[in-house]
Protein backbone atom coordinates (compact mmCIF):
# COMPACT_ATOMS: atom_id res chain seq x y z
CA UNK A 1 0.00 0.00 0.00
CA UNK A 2 1.83 3.86 -1.17
CA UNK A 3 1.43 5.89 1.72
CA UNK A 4 0.06 9.43 -0.70
CA UNK A 5 -0.63 12.69 -0.01
CA UNK A 6 -4.52 12.48 2.11
CA UNK A 7 -6.23 14.90 -0.92
CA UNK A 8 -5.61 12.07 -3.52
CA UNK A 9 -8.39 9.87 -2.29
CA UNK A 10 -10.44 13.02 -3.04
CA UNK A 11 -9.20 13.39 -6.93
CA UNK A 12 -11.26 11.87 -10.09
CA UNK A 13 -8.33 9.99 -10.07
CA UNK A 14 -4.74 9.87 -8.81
CA UNK A 15 -1.69 11.87 -10.27
CA UNK A 16 1.84 10.84 -8.76
CA UNK A 17 3.20 14.12 -8.17
CA UNK A 18 5.44 14.89 -4.89
CA UNK A 19 4.89 11.74 -3.31
CA UNK A 20 8.24 11.01 -1.93
CA UNK A 21 9.57 7.74 -1.45
CA UNK A 22 6.24 6.57 -2.65
CA UNK A 23 6.36 8.23 -5.40
CA UNK A 24 9.48 6.39 -6.21
CA UNK A 25 7.88 2.86 -5.20
CA UNK A 26 4.71 4.05 -7.86
CA UNK A 27 7.47 5.01 -10.65
CA UNK A 28 9.66 1.61 -9.91
CA UNK A 29 6.44 -0.39 -10.41
CA UNK A 30 5.23 1.35 -13.32
CA UNK A 31 8.78 0.56 -14.65
CA UNK A 32 8.98 -3.05 -14.14
CA UNK A 33 5.19 -3.04 -15.71
CA UNK A 34 6.48 -1.35 -19.03
CA UNK A 35 9.63 -3.85 -18.84
CA UNK A 36 7.80 -6.66 -18.81
CA UNK A 37 4.68 -5.46 -21.61
CA UNK A 38 7.57 -4.20 -23.42
CA UNK A 39 9.30 -8.04 -24.20
CA UNK A 40 6.03 -8.78 -25.02
CA UNK A 41 6.06 -5.97 -27.55
CA UNK A 42 9.23 -6.95 -28.81
CA UNK A 43 8.10 -10.07 -29.31
CA UNK A 44 4.80 -8.70 -31.32
CA UNK A 45 6.90 -7.04 -33.99
CA UNK A 46 8.99 -10.14 -34.48
CA UNK A 47 5.90 -11.85 -35.12
CA UNK A 48 4.05 -9.07 -37.45
CA UNK A 49 7.69 -9.36 -39.20
CA UNK A 50 7.13 -12.70 -40.12
CA UNK A 51 3.95 -13.41 -40.50
CA UNK A 52 -0.12 -11.56 -40.88
CA UNK A 53 -1.67 -10.93 -38.12
CA UNK A 54 -5.54 -10.34 -38.54
CA UNK A 55 -6.39 -6.59 -38.21
CA UNK A 56 -9.35 -7.10 -35.82
CA UNK A 57 -6.92 -9.36 -33.26
CA UNK A 58 -5.08 -6.48 -33.21
CA UNK A 59 -7.36 -3.67 -32.43
CA UNK A 60 -8.87 -5.72 -30.14
CA UNK A 61 -5.40 -5.97 -28.15
CA UNK A 62 -5.27 -2.60 -28.98
CA UNK A 63 -8.05 -1.42 -26.91
CA UNK A 64 -8.05 -4.03 -24.04
CA UNK A 65 -4.42 -2.61 -23.28
CA UNK A 66 -5.70 0.89 -23.19
CA UNK A 67 -8.70 -0.13 -20.77
CA UNK A 68 -6.12 -2.05 -18.45
CA UNK A 69 -3.49 1.02 -18.60
CA UNK A 70 -6.82 3.17 -17.56
CA UNK A 71 -7.87 0.94 -14.75
CA UNK A 72 -4.61 1.40 -13.13
CA UNK A 73 -4.67 2.61 -9.82
CA UNK A 74 -2.68 6.02 -10.64
CA UNK A 75 -1.20 8.11 -13.61
CA UNK A 76 2.13 9.87 -13.97
CA UNK A 77 0.55 13.16 -15.89
CA UNK A 78 -2.39 15.26 -14.98
CA UNK A 79 -2.56 16.80 -18.19
CA UNK A 80 -6.66 15.40 -18.16
CA UNK A 81 -7.35 17.76 -15.34
CA UNK A 82 -5.68 20.73 -17.24
CA UNK A 83 -7.60 20.19 -20.39
CA UNK A 84 -10.66 20.04 -17.96
CA UNK A 85 -9.63 23.23 -16.48
CA UNK A 86 -9.53 25.11 -19.88
CA UNK A 87 -12.75 23.80 -21.16
CA UNK A 88 -14.51 24.62 -18.01
CA UNK A 89 -12.65 28.84 -18.16
CA UNK A 90 -13.74 28.85 -21.96
CA UNK A 91 -17.28 27.47 -20.77
CA UNK A 92 -17.27 30.08 -18.08
CA UNK A 93 -16.31 33.21 -20.21
CA UNK A 94 -13.28 33.14 -18.67
CA UNK A 95 -9.96 33.39 -20.64
CA UNK A 96 -7.49 30.03 -20.70
CA UNK A 97 -4.99 31.63 -22.27
CA UNK A 98 -3.34 33.80 -19.12
CA UNK A 99 -2.44 31.69 -16.14
CA UNK A 100 -4.40 31.07 -13.20
CA UNK A 101 -3.49 30.24 -9.47
CA UNK A 102 -6.13 28.31 -7.87
CA UNK A 103 -6.60 29.50 -5.10
CA UNK A 104 -6.87 32.94 -4.82
CA UNK A 105 -8.58 32.15 -8.45
CA UNK A 106 -11.63 30.76 -8.73
CA UNK A 107 -13.00 27.98 -11.15
CA UNK A 108 -16.65 26.95 -11.49
CA UNK A 109 -17.26 26.09 -7.67
CA UNK A 110 -15.26 24.73 -4.40
CA UNK A 111 -15.22 21.51 -5.90
CA UNK A 112 -13.62 22.30 -9.24
CA UNK A 113 -11.44 24.82 -7.84
CA UNK A 114 -9.52 22.39 -4.94
CA UNK A 115 -9.50 19.41 -7.69
CA UNK A 116 -7.87 21.36 -10.06
CA UNK A 117 -5.76 23.60 -7.78
CA UNK A 118 -4.03 20.12 -6.53
CA UNK A 119 -2.74 18.94 -9.65
CA UNK A 120 -2.26 22.67 -11.32
CA UNK A 121 -1.73 25.32 -8.81
CA UNK A 122 -0.26 27.52 -11.17
CA UNK A 123 -2.42 26.54 -13.78
CA UNK A 124 0.26 27.91 -17.05
CA UNK A 125 -1.48 29.53 -20.11
CA UNK A 126 -3.47 27.17 -22.76
CA UNK A 127 -1.24 26.46 -25.43
CA UNK A 128 -3.52 23.95 -27.15
CA UNK A 129 -5.12 24.99 -30.24
CA UNK A 130 -8.71 26.77 -30.39
CA UNK A 131 -10.17 23.21 -31.87
CA UNK A 132 -9.25 21.29 -28.77
CA UNK A 133 -10.46 24.02 -26.39
CA UNK A 134 -13.73 24.11 -27.98
CA UNK A 135 -14.30 20.32 -27.40
CA UNK A 136 -12.82 20.48 -23.93
CA UNK A 137 -15.28 23.18 -23.34
CA UNK A 138 -18.84 21.37 -24.59
CA UNK A 139 -17.80 18.84 -22.67
CA UNK A 140 -17.91 20.05 -19.68
CA UNK A 141 -21.30 21.65 -20.96
CA UNK A 142 -22.41 18.15 -22.05
CA UNK A 143 -21.42 16.79 -18.38
CA UNK A 144 -23.18 19.59 -16.17
CA UNK A 145 -19.36 20.96 -15.03
CA UNK A 146 -19.59 17.26 -13.68
CA UNK A 147 -15.50 16.79 -13.21
CA UNK A 148 -15.38 13.21 -12.56
CA UNK A 149 -17.09 12.82 -15.81
CA UNK A 150 -15.62 15.20 -17.64
CA UNK A 151 -12.06 14.08 -16.80
CA UNK A 152 -13.64 10.44 -17.67
CA UNK A 153 -14.58 11.55 -21.02
CA UNK A 154 -11.50 13.14 -21.88
CA UNK A 155 -9.47 10.45 -21.28
CA UNK A 156 -12.08 7.64 -23.00
CA UNK A 157 -12.12 9.83 -25.79
CA UNK A 158 -8.40 9.67 -26.52
CA UNK A 159 -8.83 5.65 -26.17
CA UNK A 160 -11.26 5.87 -28.50
CA UNK A 161 -9.32 8.04 -30.99
CA UNK A 162 -6.19 5.78 -30.52
CA UNK A 163 -7.79 2.54 -31.42
CA UNK A 164 -9.41 3.93 -34.40
CA UNK A 165 -5.95 5.43 -35.61
CA UNK A 166 -4.22 1.97 -35.16
CA UNK A 167 -7.87 0.58 -37.19
CA UNK A 168 -6.91 2.80 -39.63
CA UNK A 169 -3.37 2.59 -40.10
CA UNK A 170 -2.78 0.81 -43.51
CA UNK A 171 -0.01 -0.92 -42.91
CA UNK A 172 0.11 -3.63 -40.30
CA UNK A 173 3.58 -3.67 -39.18
CA UNK A 174 3.26 0.26 -38.39
CA UNK A 175 0.15 -0.51 -36.74
CA UNK A 176 1.81 -2.83 -34.71
CA UNK A 177 4.98 -0.61 -33.67
CA UNK A 178 2.66 2.42 -32.84
CA UNK A 179 -0.49 0.53 -31.27
CA UNK A 180 1.43 -2.02 -28.98
CA UNK A 181 4.36 0.30 -27.53
CA UNK A 182 3.24 -0.11 -23.60
CA UNK A 183 4.61 3.57 -22.51
CA UNK A 184 2.54 5.34 -25.71
CA UNK A 185 -0.74 2.75 -24.21
CA UNK A 186 -0.31 4.28 -20.91
CA UNK A 187 0.36 7.91 -21.76
CA UNK A 188 -2.80 7.71 -24.08
CA UNK A 189 -5.02 5.85 -20.69
CA UNK A 190 -4.04 9.24 -19.03
CA UNK A 191 -6.16 11.55 -21.38
CA UNK A 192 -3.27 13.03 -23.98
CA UNK A 193 -4.83 14.59 -26.86
CA UNK A 194 -1.98 13.68 -28.90
CA UNK A 195 -4.14 10.28 -29.40
CA UNK A 196 -6.65 12.49 -31.07
CA UNK A 197 -4.34 14.67 -32.46
CA UNK A 198 -2.93 10.95 -34.53
CA UNK A 199 -6.05 10.63 -35.78
CA UNK A 200 -6.34 13.39 -37.77
CA UNK A 201 -2.95 12.96 -39.16
CA UNK A 202 -4.00 9.35 -40.17
CA UNK A 203 -6.81 10.36 -42.12
CA UNK A 204 -4.45 12.95 -43.76
CA UNK A 205 -2.56 10.76 -44.73
CA UNK A 206 -5.15 8.53 -46.17
CA UNK A 207 -6.54 11.58 -47.75
CA UNK A 208 -3.61 12.88 -49.15
CA UNK A 209 -3.02 8.93 -51.57
CA UNK A 210 -5.54 10.01 -53.43
CA UNK A 211 -5.53 14.30 -52.93
CA UNK A 212 -1.62 15.39 -51.81
CA UNK A 213 -3.07 19.07 -51.33
CA UNK A 214 -6.23 18.31 -49.57
CA UNK A 215 -4.19 15.64 -47.54
CA UNK A 216 -1.52 18.27 -46.93
CA UNK A 217 -3.94 20.85 -45.66
CA UNK A 218 -5.65 18.36 -43.25
CA UNK A 219 -2.60 17.46 -41.76
CA UNK A 220 -1.64 21.46 -41.37
CA UNK A 221 -4.88 21.86 -40.06
CA UNK A 222 -4.52 19.75 -37.06
CA UNK A 223 -2.19 22.40 -35.48
CA UNK A 224 -5.80 23.37 -34.39
CA UNK A 225 -5.99 20.58 -31.97
CA UNK A 226 -2.26 20.79 -31.12
CA UNK A 227 0.81 23.08 -32.22
CA UNK A 228 2.90 19.38 -32.45
CA UNK A 229 0.53 18.79 -35.27
CA UNK A 230 2.09 21.27 -37.65
CA UNK A 231 5.71 19.75 -37.00
CA UNK A 232 4.28 16.57 -37.78
CA UNK A 233 2.67 17.52 -40.77
CA UNK A 234 6.13 18.97 -41.94
CA UNK A 235 7.70 15.93 -41.40
CA UNK A 236 5.03 13.71 -43.26
CA UNK A 237 5.70 15.90 -46.27
CA UNK A 238 9.03 15.24 -46.02
CA UNK A 239 8.88 11.81 -45.56
CA UNK A 240 6.51 11.37 -48.82
CA UNK A 241 8.41 14.06 -50.58
CA UNK A 242 5.77 15.70 -51.98
CA UNK A 243 5.54 19.41 -53.07
CA UNK A 244 1.61 19.27 -53.50
CA UNK A 245 1.49 18.10 -50.08
CA UNK A 246 3.74 20.21 -48.50
CA UNK A 247 2.26 23.27 -49.73
CA UNK A 248 -1.32 22.01 -48.49
CA UNK A 249 0.60 21.63 -44.95
CA UNK A 250 1.89 24.67 -44.84
CA UNK A 251 -1.20 26.15 -45.89
CA UNK A 252 -2.86 24.48 -43.11
CA UNK A 253 -0.75 25.30 -40.91
CA UNK A 254 -0.92 28.91 -41.45
CA UNK A 255 -4.49 28.83 -41.04
CA UNK A 256 -4.44 27.33 -37.94
CA UNK A 257 -1.82 30.21 -36.52
CA UNK A 258 -4.44 32.63 -37.90
CA UNK A 259 -7.54 31.01 -36.02
CA UNK A 260 -5.26 30.98 -33.27
CA UNK A 261 -4.18 34.32 -33.31
CA UNK A 262 -7.62 35.55 -33.96
CA UNK A 263 -9.72 33.39 -30.92
CA UNK A 264 -6.87 34.04 -27.97
CA UNK A 265 -7.17 38.30 -29.11
CA UNK A 266 -11.17 37.84 -28.92
CA UNK A 267 -10.69 36.07 -25.56
CA UNK A 268 -8.83 38.89 -24.08
CA UNK A 269 -5.51 38.04 -25.26
CA UNK A 270 -2.18 35.84 -24.43
CA UNK A 271 0.15 36.25 -21.62
CA UNK A 272 2.69 32.80 -21.29
CA UNK A 273 3.86 30.59 -18.61
CA UNK A 274 7.47 29.48 -18.44
CA UNK A 275 8.96 26.96 -15.02
CA UNK A 276 10.98 28.05 -13.51
CA UNK A 277 11.76 25.10 -10.95
CA UNK A 278 15.61 24.87 -11.83
CA UNK A 279 16.30 27.43 -14.65
CA UNK A 280 19.56 29.25 -13.88
CA UNK A 281 21.31 26.33 -11.66
CA UNK A 282 24.60 25.22 -12.51
CA UNK A 283 23.12 21.81 -12.99
CA UNK A 284 20.35 22.70 -15.48
CA UNK A 285 23.02 24.63 -17.32
CA UNK A 286 25.38 21.35 -17.14
CA UNK A 287 22.79 19.55 -18.87
CA UNK A 288 22.04 22.14 -20.98
CA UNK A 289 25.37 21.65 -22.58
CA UNK A 290 25.12 17.81 -22.68
CA UNK A 291 22.15 17.85 -24.60
CA UNK A 292 23.16 20.30 -26.87
CA UNK A 293 26.30 18.41 -27.38
CA UNK A 294 24.29 14.75 -28.14
CA UNK A 295 21.77 17.03 -30.40
CA UNK A 296 24.50 17.76 -32.22
CA UNK A 297 26.01 14.16 -33.31
CA UNK A 298 21.95 13.69 -33.68
CA UNK A 299 22.13 16.34 -35.98
CA UNK A 300 25.90 15.65 -38.30
CA UNK A 301 24.46 12.04 -38.66
CA UNK A 302 20.91 13.33 -40.13
CA UNK A 303 23.29 15.45 -42.42
CA UNK A 304 25.35 12.51 -43.18
CA UNK A 305 22.53 10.44 -43.92
CA UNK A 306 20.54 13.07 -45.91
CA UNK A 307 23.75 14.07 -48.08
CA UNK A 308 23.77 9.57 -48.59
CA UNK A 309 19.81 10.14 -49.84
CA UNK A 310 18.59 8.08 -46.80
CA UNK A 311 15.83 10.89 -46.30
CA UNK A 312 13.82 8.62 -43.85
CA UNK A 313 16.73 7.82 -41.63
CA UNK A 314 17.96 11.64 -41.86
CA UNK A 315 14.54 12.64 -40.84
CA UNK A 316 14.80 9.64 -37.83
CA UNK A 317 17.78 11.47 -36.65
CA UNK A 318 16.89 14.81 -36.58
CA UNK A 319 13.77 13.75 -34.56
CA UNK A 320 16.09 12.23 -31.43
CA UNK A 321 18.35 15.79 -32.34
CA UNK A 322 14.20 18.13 -31.81
CA UNK A 323 13.74 15.48 -28.71
CA UNK A 324 17.18 15.85 -27.04
CA UNK A 325 16.64 20.06 -27.42
CA UNK A 326 12.94 19.84 -26.66
CA UNK A 327 12.70 20.89 -22.77
CA UNK A 328 9.49 19.21 -22.28
CA UNK A 329 10.28 15.55 -23.26
CA UNK A 330 8.05 13.56 -21.84
CA UNK A 331 6.90 9.89 -23.02
CA UNK A 332 3.61 11.16 -24.15
CA UNK A 333 5.69 12.34 -27.62
CA UNK A 334 7.06 9.38 -27.91
CA UNK A 335 3.73 8.08 -30.35
CA UNK A 336 5.27 10.69 -33.31
CA UNK A 337 8.64 8.50 -33.00
CA UNK A 338 7.13 5.32 -33.72
CA UNK A 339 6.37 5.78 -37.53
CA UNK A 340 9.95 6.47 -38.21
CA UNK A 341 11.03 3.76 -35.65
CA UNK A 342 8.93 1.43 -38.30
CA UNK A 343 10.16 2.80 -41.42
CA UNK A 344 13.78 2.34 -39.84
CA UNK A 345 13.39 -0.87 -38.17
CA UNK A 346 16.31 -2.88 -39.81
CA UNK A 347 19.11 0.36 -39.49
CA UNK A 348 20.56 1.87 -36.85
CA UNK A 349 17.84 4.26 -36.33
CA UNK A 350 14.34 2.17 -35.59
CA UNK A 351 16.23 0.46 -32.09
CA UNK A 352 17.25 3.71 -31.39
CA UNK A 353 14.01 5.60 -31.50
CA UNK A 354 12.10 2.23 -29.75
CA UNK A 355 14.78 2.72 -27.04
CA UNK A 356 13.94 6.49 -26.53
CA UNK A 357 10.40 5.60 -25.84
CA UNK A 358 11.33 3.71 -23.13
CA UNK A 359 14.07 5.99 -21.51
CA UNK A 360 11.51 8.46 -21.35
CA UNK A 361 9.74 7.39 -18.14
CA UNK A 362 12.84 8.58 -16.52
CA UNK A 363 11.37 12.00 -16.91
CA UNK A 364 8.60 11.13 -14.79
CA UNK A 365 11.24 10.63 -11.77
CA UNK A 366 12.03 13.45 -10.25
CA UNK A 367 8.04 14.68 -10.80
CA UNK A 368 6.74 11.53 -8.85
CA UNK A 369 9.33 12.32 -5.88
CA UNK A 370 8.83 16.24 -5.98
CA UNK A 371 12.96 16.75 -6.90
CA UNK A 372 12.67 19.20 -9.41
CA UNK A 373 16.61 19.96 -9.74
CA UNK A 374 17.13 15.94 -10.75
CA UNK A 375 15.23 16.53 -14.08
CA UNK A 376 18.16 17.88 -16.12
CA UNK A 377 20.18 15.08 -15.41
CA UNK A 378 17.44 12.61 -16.13
CA UNK A 379 16.74 14.08 -19.35
CA UNK A 380 20.60 13.92 -20.41
CA UNK A 381 20.35 9.90 -19.55
CA UNK A 382 17.23 9.31 -21.74
CA UNK A 383 18.92 10.68 -24.76
CA UNK A 384 22.62 9.40 -24.25
CA UNK A 385 20.88 5.77 -24.23
CA UNK A 386 19.56 6.06 -27.83
CA UNK A 387 22.64 7.79 -28.91
CA UNK A 388 24.60 4.62 -27.21
CA UNK A 389 22.37 2.61 -29.41
CA UNK A 390 22.89 4.26 -32.84
CA UNK A 391 26.87 3.90 -31.40
CA UNK A 392 26.79 -0.13 -31.54
CA UNK A 393 25.40 -0.65 -34.62
CA UNK A 394 26.73 2.10 -37.30
CA UNK A 395 26.88 1.34 -41.00
CA UNK A 396 29.43 3.01 -42.95
CA UNK A 397 28.63 5.31 -45.36
CA UNK A 398 29.03 2.83 -48.61
CA UNK A 399 25.59 0.41 -46.59
CA UNK A 400 23.90 3.86 -46.24
CA UNK A 401 20.82 3.56 -49.11
CA UNK A 402 17.93 5.59 -50.58
CA UNK A 403 14.87 5.39 -48.67
Not at 201 to 212: D, E, G, I, S, T
Not at 313 to 322: G, I, K, P, S
Not at 329 to 353: H, I, M, Q, R, S
Not at 362 to 373: C, E, I, Q
Request: charged share 10%.
Amino acid sequence: MLLKPVRVDAQPFAVVTGWGHSGIAAWLLYAVTMAIAGLCYLAAIRKARRRRIARWALVATVFASLLAAFAFRFAFSSDAYAYAAYGALAASSENPYVPHTFPPAQLVDGAWTSAIGFEWPSLPACVYGPLFVELARGIVIAAHFDLPHVVFTLRMLEIVAFTAAIALLPDMLLAVIVGLNPVVLSTVAEGHNDALLLLVLVAAYLLAQKRRTGGGLLAGLSSLIKATGGVVALGLAAALGSRRFFRGALAGVAIAMMMQLAVTRLAGGYRPWVATDFVGTREAAIAIVLRGAIALVFVVWALHCAGRGARIRALAAAAMAVWALYPNDYPWYGVWLLPLAALTLDEPEGPALLALTFCSVLRYLSDVYGFAPAAPWLEVIVVAVPLCVLARRPHSAEKLLPT
